[in-house]
């Protein structure tokens, strides 16, 4: 059950890593959860020794058992060490990141960079970087001259938003720099406390 859920714990930051991928170019953040579903994978083979050795009353089979268990213990205390070090590394990702981003947007003929920021910004609720009024500084605002933003930008309890800078109360008011940096670091304490939480139930 341990190594199912831990397994679990670190196939959820993969998925959701990839839909902000764009935003964070560090891929050894990726680490933590490499690990931990290799600590899962090893914890299921360390419980079927385990079990065997306990039903044969085998001295040998117990005394590799809690060599491997202690092992395992040490990788998650490891995976939490870096799990807090790439967690305070994700402000400074983001934000040398996230303008590239954003002046690489193409509204007309989406590549995956202009899909990443659409979807961030419906399902954050946020527009532009700081605010809206970013958008102004982008290549693709400047060759439009309609003066609006992305439709993602658009409150999502309306239907006749524009994306007009004219009406600005139509718009989502928050930046998405703060919040995507914040659910980056979300994910990462996912793994921390799934670590800890395993390494305690250990102890």
């Keep these: 059950a341990a190594a199912g859920i831990l397994c679990y714990v670190g196939a959820y930051v993969f998925i959701t890593y990839d839909d902000y991928d764009h935003f964070f170019e560090d891929v050894y953040t990726l680490i933590p959860a490499v690990i931990i579903i290799a600590v899962g994978t090893l914890l299921f083979i360390i ?66 960079a202009s899909r990443a920021i659409d979807y961030v910004q419906r399902q954050l609720r946020c527009c532009g970087i700081r605010n809206y009024s970013d958008w102004e500084n982008t290549v693709w605002f400047k060759q439009t001259k309609n003066n609006s933003v992305p439709l993602s930008c658009c409150k999502a309890a309306l239907s006749n938003c524009t994306g007009s800078l004219t009406r600005p109360m139509d718009l989502y008011s928050e930046g998405c720099e703060a919040l995507v940096v914040k659910k980056l670091q979300e994910i990462m304490m996912y793994v921390i406390w799934a670590a800890l939480a395993f390494a305690a139930i250990q102890v």
């Design 47 to 112: 419980g079927l020794i385990g079990c065997c050795a306990t039903i044969r009353e085998s001295r040998c089979g117990l005394a590799t058992f809690v060599i491997i268990l202690l092992l395992v213990f040490i990788t998650e205390v490891v995976v939490v060490v870096l799990g807090y070090i790439y967690r305070a590394k994700v402000e400074d990702e983001v934000d040398h990141s996230i303008r590239k981003v954003y002046n690489g947007y193409n509204g007309t003929n989406p590549d995956a």
